[in-house]
């Protein structure tokens, strides 16, 4: 039974064997049964199956691994370019903070001459306002005035002191803003370079900002300006030290008064016009200012008699009339004081169409009045300068009328406000060599606050597929060793001026595609990016290859 089985097995199996003579598998041929067999045996196939779907698993985790490497490192590097681009647009965001902060001292320096001259423009009003004073208290109030001469006189010889050391201090402040304008770029340059070498890790070998050697867009200001800002400092400073709710009840009070001379101070600070006019406007009453005898008790109308019991008081008034008269319905024409009779009846309207007087009531006063009563009809010399008269129906009859007539006898005085001569004004400055403060560009555009930052290095992606081993050998030109990103950031501030510290920088968004010839540049950055374009392709000469993201 074994040996026929052996026999069977050895009959059966197309292969040769050892009990087969034909064994030899050196020149083994087989028979035509072996070849049926052979053809009709599937031993093995599914090892063909496995062996092609093995290769394909691995093509695909080698796809798996390439796609991670390179997304990776595209993160990476761009992660590197955003860096080195707004840490540079910080150093000349930090630059414009710089400048506004000295901004900021020339004009607290210069508040302390502004001040001094407010000072002395303040006691020139002061002093002018004694001197009418003077002249309505017939030479008692004169006294007053010397000690505010004395010290218009120490106020004069400190600023003249103090002049030369702030325009010395002002001129400093501005060769420092010069060097802040010019040596901002070249910190930003070196910020992008430090970033690139330092700070990335390994990702990026080198790094630079376009434009290169660029100034801040800043050019210098007007001394007016400056002046004003001064002016603005003497106000802040003058009420910082009070608690927030009385400091806001004196911005809207005495703040405001100091503002607005201060504001007029400033432009006779800045020497635009010469010698400054510092004539003030006062009320000033006619006829006392041309004739003070009518200042005194007799020149007055008598409140109780309602008329003048004296030659003088008769002459003023005549003079009252002519001078208030011809002041009426004029620019800074007040009041004036009337002596006034007030006459009052009634009229009826009988039936066969005849007017019935009734009985007259008369009264005098004496009352301020705002406005021309005589509609410009007024006449002196006569027993009264004008006169009106009105008739209002009595309600619920309409045959009765109440007549009022008013006669104006006399004018006693009017109040004017008028321009008076404070005085000799402080010498103006020569502001011509003054130095002054930094302002944004007057022809300033978007691209000007903008930077394009550029990072390159080695692509690591690719090397760490060399060290799988995976990798099938290149061609020497083919292989891809570097990366470079680009990103592009702003230096901007919301207040568009250089008397804010608030210059912050941001990253904006940014493409720049490779085309056929090459870079696609559009917008405001257009010329800075071709030249970048222009850059990345000398770049890429003497390189193996490039990916640009």
Request: with cysteine.
């Amino acid at each position: 039974m074994k040996m026929t089985n052996k026999k069977l097995k050895h009959s059966n199996s197309p292969y040769p064997s050892k009990e087969n003579p034909q064994t030899d598998i050196v020149g083994w041929k087989p028979n035509n049964r072996q070849k049926r067999l052979l053809k009709k045996n599937q031993d093995g196939v599914i090892m063909v199956i496995a062996l092609f779907g093995g290769l394909f698993l691995v093509a695909i985790l080698y796809h798996i691994i390439g796609v991670g490497h390179s997304t990776l490192e595209n993160q990476l590097m761009q992660d590197a370019a955003d860096s080195i681009t707004w840490s540079a647009a910080t150093v000349k965001a930090r630059g414009m903070n710089t400048i506004a902060l000295f901004n900021l001292i020339m004009a607290l320096v210069l508040a302390v001459l502004v001040a001094i001259r407010l000072l002395q423009m303040i006691i020139g009003v002061a002093i002018a306002a004694i001197g009418v004073a003077c002249a309505f208290s017939f030479g008692a109030a004169c006294t007053a005035a010397e000690p505010l001469i004395q010290l218009e006189v120490n106020l004069n010889k400190i600023a003249k002191q103090v002049k030369p050391e702030i325009k010395e201090i002002l001129t400093g402040l501005e060769k420092a803003s010069d060097v802040i304008v010019k040596g901002t770029s070249f910190l930003a340059e070196a910020e992008a370079v430090y970033i690139s070498r330092k700070e990335s890790k390994g990702v990026s070998s080198v790094g630079f900002v376009w434009p290169v050697a660029e100034k801040l867009p800043v050019e210098p200001g007007k001394f007016a300006d400056l002046c004003n800002q001064a002016g603005h400092q003497v106000v802040q400073v003058s009420t910082f030290f009070l608690p927030d709710g009385v400091s806001k009840k004196a911005d809207s009070t005495v703040g405001k008064l100091i503002g607005e001379m201060a504001g007029s101070f400033s432009k006779f600070f800045c020497g635009n016009g010469g010698k400054p006019s510092i004539d003030s406007k006062h009320e000033v009453a006619y006829p006392i200012k041309e004739n003070t005898k009518c200042a005194g008790s007799t020149a007055k109308i008598s409140l109780t008699k309602h008329k003048c019991t004296s030659d003088q008081c008769k002459e003023c008034l005549e003079d009252a009339c002519t001078m208030c008269i011809a002041r009426f319905n004029r620019k800074g024409f007040k009041k004036a004081r009337w002596l006034i009779t007030t006459e009052r009846w009634e009229e009826t309207t009988d039936k066969n169409g005849h007017v019935i007087t009734g009985k007259k009531t008369e009264r005098d006063s004496v009352k301020w009045i705002d406005d021309d009563p005589c509609e410009a009809k007024a006449k002196c010399g006569e027993d009264a300068i004008c006169e009106t008269v009105t008739k209002e129906p009595v309600f619920g009859n309409s045959s009765k009328l109440i007549v009022t007539r008013i006669i104006y006898k006399a004018i006693e005085s009017c109040i004017v406000k008028e321009s008076i001569k404070t005085g000799k004004a402080p010498e103006a400055l020569n502001t011509s060599s003054w130095p002054v403060h930094k302002v944004i560009k007057k022809n300033a555009k978007n691209a000007d606050f903008n930077l394009i930052g550029l990072g390159a290095g080695k692509n690591r992606a690719d090397n760490r597929l060399k060290n799988i081993g995976l990798l099938i050998k290149q061609k020497k030109n083919a292989a891809i060793d570097r990366r470079i990103g680009f990103a592009k950031a702003q230096f901007t501030s919301p207040n568009p001026d250089m008397w804010h510290m608030d210059w912050y920088s941001r990253l904006i968004r940014f493409r720049l595609d490779k085309q056929s010839k090459g870079f696609g540049c559009k917008g405001n950055s257009g010329k800075s990016c071709s030249k970048l374009g222009k850059i990345s392709g000398k770049i890429g000469k003497f390189q193996k290859g490039m990916i640009l993201h």
